[in-house]
Nanobody, 123 residues
Framework: QVQLVESGGGLVQAGDSLRLSCAAS????????AGWFRQAPGKEREFVAA????????YYADSVKGRFTITRDTTKNTVYLQMNSLKPEDTAVYYC????????????????WGQGTQVTVSS
């Protein structure tokens, strides 16, 4: 497994932007997929975005498409989530995760998870 540490969360107003970071240690992401998920109070964890570590191809949930961008820096072993035009409904704890599966949105297939970072968007 790889150890993941998220950072960059905070309290912002609707329409603002935030960039989340997820640094990997223990081993590199390697030939795997890095993903972002989020969980709001009283709701199930939901897929946000994923990126193929080797090829850089990306995959987004419809709810964030056009507003969020996932990228990775292979030299820093870090994946990012740029969040623009934030909405109150984006409020959640955001988790970074890694899997050897290809470009999947299924949380159960991810075997490494970070501790999460809180994002709160006020209206």
């Amino acid at each position: 497994q790889v150890q993941l540490v998220e950072s960059g969360g905070g309290l912002v107003q609707a329409g603002d932007s935030l960039r989340l970071s997820c640094a990997a240690s223990g081993r590199t992401f390697g030939r795997s997929t890095a993903g972002w998920f989020r969980q709001a109070p009283g709701k199930e964890r939901e897929f946000v975005a994923a990126i193929s570590w080797s090829y850089g191809s990306t995959y987004y949930a419809d709810s964030v498409k056009g507003r969020f961008t996932i990228t990775r820096d292979t030299t820093k072993n870090t994946v990012y989530l740029q969040m623009n035009s934030l909405k109150p409904e984006d409020t959640a704890v955001y988790y970074c995760a890694a899997t050897m599966a290809e470009r999947t949105a299924v949380a159960a297939l991810y075997d490494s998870w970070g501790q999460g970072t809180q994002v709160t968007v006020s209206s």
